[in-house]
């Protein structure tokens, strides 16, 4: 069935289009196009020198409702740590496989649970889950979280709490620019499965339209930024 | 796809009268418009991304079979299958053997227009399968067993005493006496409810905002997480979508997506954009274990060769609807299509058929809002007119507008006739209307009449008399 509806459909897309396929030198020019992606119009906002997008991606952040914090290389756990302990949540904490969170897993005032490669998926009943960033976008103070072996996807949105901790040196200006992180992650492969952007905790308007934090997400999302960058300090 | 659009004009009279939907539309000015006016105020390159946009959707419409079938390689690249449907029977029929083949009894629901469009639901429930809405708005009128009446804020016409009703008459896992005042009680209610059925889903449904043909990915939009947990969670992940949705590149994404959040909701990103490629690989420790795409036509390709094509750019963020204000007086439900509002106007008519969309067209003042705020910029007003004189032309206009139509263009046409017509008509008002200037009853207007005051034509004759007398007086002065 889907065979001949397929057919059916691009027939009637070239009947519309008066034409046949796409002939040879056309479909070149679009081959390049999708081998060779240029940005189009890329707004101001998404621009600027390291220092001005690390602190317009932790101001966009707290726009979009998240809580941030910067800190030093290796004080990432302890970061954790006091954001639980300042807001009154439990120490127990869901941690992705994840090698640059091991500092996270062993901060001795969390107690922590592993998720992903050998440990398994996230469970239900993690209430708070921490995983780390593959970009944080300056634009929007967006996060850029994929999944992989040691990176969980759903430990982005089961956990009623979620921290996410992202290295300067990774912050990058707009969606163009994470783009380019994704593919050199993909390095020719298909993406992987899931590639979420995240900007801030859930939400919803649906109940006339009051604007609610923590709809089906997380109801708090932490930023963790970890300061390997020197450059991002004045420019 | 269902339209009831023929009752348009009973389904007004029951609108405007209806309280509860006075004061839901009310907040409409004080949301989306404010919130859209200043996002759109702070990005000085707005209308160079409105600009682009329209160029990326009107280059992959004009190449859409070469993106559709580069897109369809990528999702099988990835490991996923692609399904065809050329109508909504079609797309059901793929959804449901795809949902026997992996035995599913429960399916929950992401926010999807086109699952809306083709009557999903409907589909599954008559095959015994149990389709769960788990966007809150969806879920709401899932309860109430309505349909959308917005694209964007599906239960935009609910008051929270009312979903308040819902939830006591089908949560009765609860105790009776709970508070349910706030939007917080109810909100939480349901995250309780719903986590379950996340949970226990055979088979997760969503739609996509975007199709990406580099990369074989869907994308979607959202705020509330919903749409994540339904397509994470189960084994199967479904996407429903429509053939105008593909896109070239991540890059050309990305303009797309700059734009659709702030004429929605005026946010610069929603909560949630994910990105959909294929299903779990071999290592991943969760994600859905296959991974189908329906893509729709339903009237589209045959759209592409219409004088409605530009229509097909839209992204479905619901600017036009959010501003129209024929939508802010009647609501959703009265245009009788899940499609309301003057972009529901324009392609209804094109999806299901004119004959059954008949008073759609005309639903509109033209008033050119819907095209100002539109971020493909959209013909809208152009669009509308163009189905009215399709009406006219296939004599589906009543018989008294189109007399009145013809008696109108036979004086148009004559402007000794017109200018003598109107002056007469005029000084016939005039002497109606009294000293008063006001008339409560006037021939072949009595349905302005009977809800309010006509009032008649000041003192000093028509325009073009006026404007006579005032050339005399000037050149006179001269």
Known sequence: MSDIARRAILDG???????????????????????????NVVPAIALGGRAALVSRFLTAAATAAATTTRVAPGREGAAVADFLRAHNLPMAVAVAADARLDGVAAEPMLSVTRRGADHGAPAAEDRVGVSHALAGLAETGTLVLVSGPDSPATLNMLPDTHVVVVRARDVVGGLEDGWEHLRAVAGGDPLPRTVHLVTGPSRTGDIEQTLQLGAHGPRQLHVVLVDDDPAAHGD | MHVTSRAFKENVRGAVTDPNLRQSLATMKTGFRANRAKAVAALPEFEALRDAGKAIKDHALAHLDYYLERFEE?????????????????????????????????VTKGKSMVAEEIALNQALEAAGIQPVETDLGEYIIQLRQELPSHIIAPAIHVRKHQVADSFRAHH?????????????????????????????ADVGITGANLLIAETGSTIIVTNEGNGDLTQLLPRVHIVVTSIEKVVPTLEDAATVLRLLARSAT???????????????????????????????????????GSEFRDALRCIRCAACINHC????????????????GPIGSVITPALASLEEAAGLPNASTLCGRCEAVCPMRIPLPRML????????????????VRWGLRIWSLAARRPALYRMGSGVTARLLMWLGGRRGRLSWAPMASAWTRVRDLPAPPPGGTFMTRFRTMQGQRRSRR
Do not use: K
């Not at chain 1, 030198?25 to 390049?32: E, G, I, K, P």
């Not at chain 2, 007119?385 to 008294?400: D, G, I, T, V």
């Open chain 2, 172 to 200: 009765r896992q609860f105790p009776a006496d709970r508070p349910l005042e706030e939007p917080r009680d109810l909100l939480d209610e349901a995250r309780v409810v719903l986590r379950d059925r996340f949970l226990s």
């Open chain 2, 266 to 304: 005026g946010q610069l990103m929603s909560s949630y954009t994910t990105l959909s490629t294929g299903p779990r690989r071999p290592d991943d420790p969760d994600g859905p274990e296959h991974f189908h795409v329906v893509l729709l036509d339903n009237g589209r390709s045959r759209m592409l």
């Open chain 2, 325 to 340: 204000p024929v939508y802010g007086a009647i609501g959703g439900h009265a245009y009788g299509s899940v499609y309301p």
């Open chain 2, 74 to 106: 990528r999702v099988v690249a990835a490991g996923g299958h692609v399904h065809w449907a050329r109508d909504g029977d079609e797309a059901c029929r793929a959804v449901l053997d795809i949902c026997r083949a992996h035995a599913a009894r429960v």
């Open chain 1, 13 to 39: 897309i070239r009947a519309s289009l008066r034409r046949g396929p796409v002939p040879e030198d056309t479909a070149a020019v679009l081959d390049r196009r999708l081998r060779r992606p240029e940005p």
């Open chain 2, 385 to 400: 007119r163009n189905w009215r004189e399709h009406e006219f032309a296939r004599h589906l206009a009543p018989a008294r």
